[in-house]
């Protein structure tokens, strides 16, 4: 799933200038008239034989498109670009009938006249079938036909025509098909502009009348089946506009607009998270609302307020899921990305790594959809800078769906000016077991019980304290049958380190087992049943982890070190969805009916120590710590809480 800053930065461009009342910021080229779109994520979405519909399930907004904005000339729905897909699709391979997506290399698609195989799928890869289907790769064709270059036009006609031809409505059978429907819907609306720019005409010619039929069909395809409140169906929502404002159809702008405002309220919550379980698509989500606001108003629509004060509250939510490195903290189906640094909201201190903006006013977010964010800082100290502040991420919240994981309890930090616990990241929809292990439990930095039925449970934060000094957590859930899991974490700065109690019990024998996912570029040594440390070479700084005996004696082999295991499958890390690399994960394991696993995770300079001691006062259990020279204290109370001392 990759999503490209450049699209993302053109929409926010017109998102802005509109809001002002000036320019709509596209960008003109000799020809059509582009606008932009957000890049979406490039692995397809749909899973066969299942439900790809997410009901709205909040009250709708009732403030979108109750006016029509006056003063607008022209009202005009923008070709939104080819999301990139067209830049490996250049003009020659398209009269060789070839087509190149993702890592794959070009594959000739058709006889080289313009008549193509749609059933090609040389790879067994959905996602290229479904980007196959969507037409974009003809990004570039349409491009040339619209500056009067007639041959590409030919071209470009003869292959869209061909799909048109090839694939009869309804094509709900054909799930790449039916998936790309948004997609190609608005490749033939650039094509209709480039038909138009290109033979310099103001009305679409009789022998390409066939475009207009093929766009009512699209649009009746869309009116009938919608995905919903998620990004797919915004996305839809605006495509159906796009035809009702090309072609002067009242009924298919009316039915968008219901549905934007149908969506927008479950897709963003009102405290500003997302429906979807991944700060991927939450950014994604944050520039396809964007799309929506400026696609209603370049057609003369009012959007109302409700979409843009639930952008303003995602911004917030992004900004706090910005790590140290200026990157968000890569949960669900979310490759490693960059913070994009939206001009005018929180974001654009964030994703600057606090260059331009304002730093904001906000260290620590909780969101009840399952999230908890927070920092030490946002870099205003001189001493720490930016990348020298501490961050980290906590799951909890519903159950999986949509583009989550498994992945509740699980821990993200970051400090020192690099990762420290990271996710086992975003595997492609075909990497087949290795994607199953990617979404599990195992690929998290959780307490994980093997030898059970994960039951996707619902997990509870039950209690939470924010200080200047420290935060504490505790989540609870029962994530196997007889099974109960407790976490407790407790955040520090100065110095920064984290500490989790991790407890559970279980009716039956199970394998409990505490995992940290390390960089991959680290090596980790196990020193002792207390120690582990990694360091990458040469690197200034480096992870001391270990664990301390508390209810529970260390048996041995208390501490494992995991890495590019394939059966089972442990020690990986996936940054991007076609780059798997070998990562070291540590095991802090545990058999019989009950655990105890109390953790530490420290950050040092690479020459630095750390060192402590315990001592009992009355019930509650005291660990007093050295790191680096800096002194601190944490307890564990005879009731359960984790806290800082000093």
Known sequence: MRFKGLAAMAVGIAVLALAAGTATGETRTPGIQIVP???????????????????????????????????????????????????TNPVANLYADKFQWGPYAAYKVGNGGGNINWASNPYKNASWYMWFHSLRWLGQGIVAAGQGDLTALTRVNTIAYDWYRDNPYSWKGNVGAWESTMHRTNVLLCLRQAILSGLQVTTLPTRYAWLDTALLSHARFLTNYWSGAWNHGTDESIALFGVGCTLG????????QQRFAAGITTSIDSQGATNEQSTGYASFNYSLWGRAIAVMQNCGVDPGTTISTRRALLAKFLTLATNSLGKLHQLGDTEVQSTYPWVGTPLEYAGSFGADGVAPPWRVGIYSAGYVFGRTGWGTDAARGFTGESSYSIRFGPPRAFHGHFDHTSITYTARGRDIIVDGGYAAYNAGAYRTWVVSPGAHSDMTTPLSTYLNPTTRLTASSVKTNAESYVLSDAPGSGISRVRSVLVLKDPDLLVTWDRASARTAQAFQTLWHLPSDQRASVYSRTTAIAAAPGDTTKTILFQIPYKQALPAGAILLKQAQTNPIQGWVYPTSYARKSAPTLMLARSGTTASILSFVVPVRSTGTVTYSVRQSGTTFIVNLNVGGKATSIAISGGGSLYRVR
């Not at 890049?39 to 498109?65: K, M, R, W, Y």
């Not at 159809?249 to 968008?256: T, V």
């Open 37 to 87: 779109g957000p890049d979406g994520p490039l692995e397809a979405q749909f899973v066969p034989g299942a439900s790809n519909v997410v009901p709205a399930t909040a009250a709708p907004a009732t403030d979108i498109g109750q006016n029509k904005i006056q003063s607008l000339a022209a009202p005009f729905y923008a070709c939104p670009g080819f999301s990139g897909i067209e830049r």
């Open 249 to 256: 159809r009242a009924d298919y702008r009316n039915l968008a």
